[in-house]
């Protein structure tokens, strides 16, 4: 079970440093943009965080409502700082009160979160104007594989074929990122300055440190490098 108290508290205390780190979730961004087919008019944002998509989203897009929620309420100065017409909710998504319809629901590298995905996604489908668009991403299975592999601990990621299974999409597509880190320590510092080792709450000794860069170097004996496996769906 998802601990979303301590997911909360590791975004919110990286809310700073995030834009400048996301760099897989900024590249996430981009790809969703370019699935929107209709001009949106209605948009409701899940998982804004401190507006990655939204800033693409308003830059390209002449809307007359959007909505942008996210679980940690400290989001909402960042999110106005892009434009005072949107409108900020601080809700946990799997809990959001729906009182409208859209022509657009959107969101990036969020639904990993979601404990009932399927459930979840048929109430959003419920949500959507004639012709609106659902478009999200989440994460495969080899997301943060190096992570995994090391402490045994992370989230249980789909396969691709397994949302296929599940959503039969209109569009489904998946990529594999790596990036570059000069250390294993240098890995670390990258996942708590993005807020994503909102998994498990670990006191790091010494000792936990140095037999974690180990393990890493015996994995990436030649680059320290950290997977991410993105997945964009289309319903």
């Avoid at 993005?194 to 994995?219: A, C, M, Q």
Wanted: proline share 3%.
């Amino acid at each position: 079970m998802i601990d979303k108290t301590l997911v909360r508290e590791r975004f919110k205390k990286n809310l700073k440093t995030y834009k400048d780190n996301s760099v897989i979730q900024n590249k996430m961004a981009d790809k969703l943009i370019s699935m929107i087919f209709n001009n949106p008019k209605s948009i409701l944002e899940l998982g804004c965080g401190t507006g990655v998509l939204t800033e693409k989203l308003i830059n390209k897009y002449n809307f007359i409502q959007y909505n942008a929620s996210d679980i940690v309420l400290e989001c909402e100065p960042y999110i106005r700082k892009i434009s005072d017409k949107i409108n900020f909710i601080q809700s946990d998504i799997e809990e959001f009160e729906f009182k409208e319809k859209y022509d657009l629901i959107i969101s990036n590298a969020t639904f990993q979160w979601i404990e009932n995905l399927e459930p979840f996604i048929e109430k959003l489908k419920k949500q959507l104007n004639p012709n609106g668009e659902l478009i999200f991403s989440t994460f495969g299975e080899d997301n943060l594989k190096e992570i995994n592999n090391i402490t045994q601990v992370g989230l249980k990621y789909f396969s691709l074929q397994e949302l296929k299974n599940i959503f039969i999409p209109l569009e489904i597509t998946e990529e594999k990122l790596t990036l570059e880190f000069n250390s294993a320590k240098d890995v670390l510092k990258h996942l708590k300055l993005t807020g994503v080792n909102s998994i498990k709450s670990k006191h790091w000794t010494k000792s936990d440190l140095i037999d974690f860069e180990n393990k890493y170097k015996e994995i990436c004996p030649d680059k320290i490098q950290l997977t991410y496996h993105p997945i964009y769906i289309k319903l």
